[in-house]
């Protein structure tokens, strides 16, 4: 059963596979997207204030995620080609030097957390908003010292979907995420025993189902994950290995982290036009990832089944696997985009928002959702440069796209239009990013993918 289990990346029709490796991530991303939004549901109730706090901290979130994930991406293509190549002592090896650099990471976040909150919101808000500032140091600095709960998350998790296993990686995520949804009315506003706190509520909801779910992927990888030994009898920290691991992981940790400069800059730009539209951006982010979630669960599902196939050296299961990737994601886009253009004002509704963010946030979401119509494809290539081993190229991609050009774009187009001008920066950046990872694409299937037999 288990050599089943192992071999079905190799064998199974590609749609099918790509289905069922991808559909527990897609279904666990969602219930993390509603997670997402009814958390900021909660924390719009308590004021605007709040919501803009949250919104605030976003960057370093995403810089402390773009850690967790990227080094993710290493392991579980390294893992999946070990597997692919038959070398089960390189899988535990693999699988050991990544729970080694993952607590290492965790490190680096709980320093970030207890140094670095307070100046990140100083540089954001400048003069006039301390109340956000108050707020958003009481949220952060938990959710960042308390990160040893989704780190501990993102290996298990990776390790149980390198191996074949997503489904389980839907059970700890959806259980954390669910655990999340419960306990954030609880601790905000007090309900019981439990006395009200507020935003702090908010934080400490989020790292209890962090905790939850990682202990629960742990527990899924001893009892169901045979392919793996998680045993540090003997370890020592491998550098080659590690080094392998950044090697495909390092680019997508840029990746994610320039989204978090990005992210900075842009509420540095519109918080300097109003507070308003910084909260319009905040909720974007918050209704995006309905639709992103699942692109990226399927995105996670398709990389460990091109790297196996790469590993085999199965060039028609590749291209299958990337042309079905290809179908769904664009289906996942479309209803982005529909929604986003025919009910924005529905969907801003659940935050609670004032007439002016209303107005400014209908405009926002009706302009943004014209990138929907291209990012499916750059996500997707990206997955494919990641999964053979030329993350670069994808790293290259989210550099131009975010700071050389949607950045840049941003601050020019405030001057010229103000608040209403300034989201067209998205689609602009969205064109560029299209033109680039078309390139590199050529570059990969003549030096990679031509070479196969």
Known sequence: MEKVQQNKM????????LINMSLPMMISMLVQACYNIVDSIFVSRISEEAF??????????????AIAAGTGVGVNALVSRALGEQDRERVNKVAMNGLFVYFLSYILIAIIGFTLVKPFYAM?????????????????????IFAFGIYAQFIFERLLQATGRAFFTMISQSIGAIINIILDPIFIFGLGPVPKMGIRGAAIATVIGQICAGIIAFTWNKMKNHDIDLSFKGFKPDIVVIGDIYKIGFPSIIMQSIGSIMTAGMNVILMDLSQTAAAVFGAYFKLQSFFFMPLFGMNNGMIPIV???????????MMNTLKYGYMLSFFFMIIGFIGFVVFPDKLLLIFKPSAHMMEIGVKALRIIAFHYLIAWYCIITGSMFQAVGKAVYSMYVSVARQLVVLLPAAYILSKIGGVDLIWWSFPIAEIMSMCITTICFIRVKKKVLDKIQ
């Open 10 to 17: 190799g064998v199974m029709p590609e749609g099918k596979l």
């Open 52 to 65: 803009t706090a949250v919104s605030l901290a976003f960057p370093l979130q995403t810089l402390m995620i």
């Open 124 to 144: 954001q808000t400048g003069a006039g908003q301390e109340k956000i500032m108050e707020l958003g140091v009481e949220y952060l600095q938990i959710v960042l």
């Open 307 to 317: 790297a196996f196939n790469y590993g085999a050296r199965n060039k028609k299961r």
